[in-house]
């Protein structure tokens, strides 16, 4: 699946991920590729600028520390984010049940 | 810790494309303990540390499109081609011709009438070409703005004295004056611009410097008083050579910028908005 085809939803898969315990973009990016099966196909250097959105926004918070004699930045959720979470988990399963009603009982490409 | 120049030479080329940013240490940090980790992750596999550092690097993105990730307007959203920026690209090169049209007109006026002492109708098409020029050279201004997210304080002073210097052209087109104001914007504006990285080096560099250059022609003309002295003391041949000046180097300036903006599509662009997913 391609960039453009996450375009809206990335904000609701990030906050998901981190909702289950802090983690670094590269913890974040692999807990992504793995929950859905590689099925994610983004540059994963844009995924930063997501997350520092987040972050002004209030829904993600971040902490500095040295690992390996390298800078590492562990984003965490605030409250406001785990709040926007359950908003935007609504809204999405909300928004999929009703795709699914229209196209999942029909055949596709209709063959008569 | 182990040394790895392909992560390396990627991090250098990173860290001039976010020049501009005001965190750019902490994008670059960002970057480097993702691109390590990765390379550690695919080490465990068995890969040589070329391959674990190739691997890593293809799946982080190229740096032009991390840099670009970075960039976002002011009410959040990356900063993109649109199809005003599209349709800016194509004013930029008909400001292009405007520009070499009215050097060219001030030129054949001057031939026309070297004493100045008469408002011809080359004068008049002179002016015309003038304004249209500048005020393309706005849009283009506008479009550069909006295509970076904005380009600071230093794009905004720029921008001020662009607008001023479009005034400029319609109320006091017979003084030199609207040019500097012109070089003093399109310098700061190219600057501004040439810190974010994205547009073609050499047509930013010729769209700061043209109307340097050209207002530094005029001076130097003036000064050593070239061509006939009018009854307002001027020098008539004066301002249509330092104008050609200035629009012969301008003009590739904004073709070379005209043909970025109008070679990006918007689409291509709402690909890269996915990509950078805000």
Do not use: C
């Amino acid at each position: 699946m391609r960039g453009q085809s996450l375009k809206g939803h990335l904000d609701l898969l990030l906050l998901s991920v981190i909702a289950t315990g802090p983690k670094h973009g590269y913890a974040v990016m692999e807990a992504l590729r793995l929950a859905s099966s590689e099925a994610f196909d983004l540059a994963e250097g844009t995924i930063y600028p997501a997350l520092n959105r987040l972050e002004r926004d209030g829904l993600l918070g971040s902490e500095w520390s040295e690992v390996q004699g390298r800078r590492r930045r562990t984003y965490h959720l605030t409250a406001s984010g785990r709040k926007a979470l359950t908003e935007q988990r609504g809204a999405w399963e909300a928004f999929s049940a009703a795709i699914n009603q229209v196209v999942g009982g029909a055949p596709w490409p209709a063959t008569s | 810790m182990a040394s790895y120049e392909l992560i390396d030479d990627y991090l250098a080329g990173l860290r001039r494309r976010m020049a501009w940013h005001p965190a750019a240490d902490d994008v670059i940090a960002e970057a480097k303990d993702h691109l390590l980790s990765a390379v550690e992750s695919v080490l465990i596999s068995g890969a040589t540390a070329d391959a674990a550092q190739v691997s890593a690097l293809d799946r982080f993105g190229d740096p032009d499109t991390v840099a670009a990730a970075h960039i976002h307007t002011r009410r959040g959203g990356p900063a993109m081609p649109t199809r005003f920026t599209k349709a800016a690209g194509a004013a930029a090169m008909t400001a292009a011709a405007l520009w070499v049209a009215s050097a060219a007109v001030w030129l054949l006026d001057h031939i026309f009438d070297p004493a100045g002492e008469a408002e011809t109708v080359t004068t008049f098409v002179a002016l015309l070409t003038l304004v249209a020029a500048a005020t393309l050279t706005g849009v283009l201004v506008v479009a550069l703005h909006r295509r970076h997210g904005g380009l600071g304080v230093l794009g905004g002073i720029g921008a001020g004295f662009v607008g001023l210097g479009i005034v400029a052209t319609v109320m006091f087109w017979f003084v030199m004056g609207w040019g500097v104001l012109m070089a003093a914007g399109m310098l700061l504006i190219a600057l501004a611009v040439r810190s974010r990285g994205l547009a073609p080096t050499k047509a930013t560099a010729a769209f700061g410097a043209a109307w340097i250059v050209g207002v530094a022609t005029w001076s130097v003309l003036r000064l050593l008083e070239v061509g006939t002295r009018d009854e307002w003391g001027d020098y008539p041949v004066v301002s249509p050579i330092a104008i050609t000046v200035g629009a012969l180097i301008l003009a590739p300036g904004l073709i070379g910028l005209g043909r970025w903006l109008g070679g990006e599509s918007p689409a291509a662009t709402e690909r890269r908005e996915g990509a950078a997913a805000t």
